[in-house]
């Protein structure tokens, strides 16, 4: 059975650093992994997904790597800002239709001003 | 489009009473997910929808709760009857279908069973 874990359950920033989410699965044998934002009091919001056969991917400020063999993805937030506050979860997918979607428990991201 | 619509936001009821949980889907969307969310299980799928048709609801916890999708449009998530530990925020999502899309979900629905 797939489970996937986020370390650290927080983060506490001042603004303007690079940090760095982690998210490691124990089945290797996975169809894709999204990586989310969550706002409190609201839905989860899709940032990026990486395909099996990716490395990474990449949107803005926000870079996302795939390493299958070891389990792990990393998100990497270049230059944060206080709007970057917000819980990112990870999402690792056995099949292209999504319903076994396992999800990490979330890292609570605080940057400072 | 505006996105995966949920209704209501909010709801509390007295336990043992039936609740119902709506869900509209993106427009073109072809497969539906029900997520449960709690501070200590996290985000649990309870049932999955493709075309419509129920194709896993394995993670539906107990018989008090049913899922339905009478058409591309429109789902529907129900407690009956409600108990205390159903308190949770309930998601639903949709996807477009084929390999290797997005799910968008929906802002959800907090329930608090009293």
């Known amino acids: 059975k797939q489970e996937v874990t986020q370390i650290p359950a927080a983060l506490s920033v001042p603004e303007g650093e690079n940090l760095v989410l982690n998210c490691s699965f124990t089945?290797?044998?996975?169809?894709?992994l999204q990586w989310f934002r969550q706002d409190p009091g609201k839905g989860l919001t899709s940032l990026l997904l990486?395909?099996?056969?990716?490395r990474e991917q990449t949107s803005g400020r926000l870079n996302a790597s795939l390493d299958k063999s070891s389990g792990r993805s990393t998100l990497y937030i270049a230059a944060s800002q206080p709007g970057d506050s917000a819980t990112y979860l990870c999402?690792?997918?056995?099949?292209?239709?999504?319903?076994?979607?396992?999800f990490g428990p979330g890292t609570r991201l605080s940057v400072l001003p | 489009d505006a996105g995966v619509i949920q209704s209501p936001r909010h709801e509390v009821t007295e336990m043992g009473q039936e609740v119902t949980l709506r869900c509209k889907p993106i427009?073109?969307?072809?497969?539906l997910f029900w997520y449960r969310q709690t501070m200590m299980r996290g985000l649990e799928l309870l049932i999955y929808?493709?075309?419509?048709?129920?194709?896993?609801d394995s993670g539906m916890p107990e018989d008090r709760f049913s899922a339905k999708m009478p058409n591309a449009s429109f789902s529907t998530l129900k407690i009956q009857p409600s108990e205390p530990r159903d308190s949770a925020v309930y998601f639903c999502?949709?996807?477009?279908?084929?390999?290797?899309?997005?799910?968008?979900f929906g802002q959800g629905t907090r329930l608090t069973v009293v």
């Open positions: 999402a690792a997918s056995k099949d292209n239709y999504g319903q076994n979607f396992v």
């Open positions: 089945d290797s044998a996975i169809y894709n």
């Open positions: 990486i395909q099996s056969s990716q």
């Open positions: 427009s073109g969307h072809n497969s």
């Open positions: 929808f493709n075309n419509n048709v129920p194709i896993d």
């Open positions: 999502a949709s996807m477009p279908g084929g390999g290797g899309t997005e799910a968008f």
